[in-house]
């Protein structure tokens, strides 16, 4: 693997997560809005209760890492496609049922 090809895919893929990731944020927090009719909370703030918190990390993380797995794939995939091999430090496998 070439150091430029490594630069060139953190430089990509970091961009792209770093978009998706705030994007998912907002989403986020749009869908707390229209489930709950509140604004998301401040999970630090002590006047919060525990389990408001707890529920917060929790759906943050869910979008977060689901937005983050859908868009490392696609980069991925774009990768492939654009320079005809899989993104640097990542194997092809293939599994059998």
């Not at 070439?2 to 990509?12: E, K, P, Q």
């Amino acid at each position: 693997m070439s150091v430029t090809r490594n630069i060139m895919w953190n430089a990509y893929s970091g961009l792209i997560a770093a978009g998706s990731t705030i994007a998912a944020h907002k989403v986020v927090d749009g869908l707390w809005r229209a489930v709950t009719g509140d604004e998301p909370p401040d999970p630090n703030d002590p006047a919060t209760p525990l389990t408001e918190a707890m529920l917060w990390a929790v759906a943050g993380g869910l979008g977060i890492a689901l937005s983050q797995l859908v868009v490392n794939r696609f980069a991925a995939n774009r990768w492939e496609k654009f320079t005809g091999h899989l993104p640097p430090n990542m194997r092809n496998v293939h599994v059998s049922l």
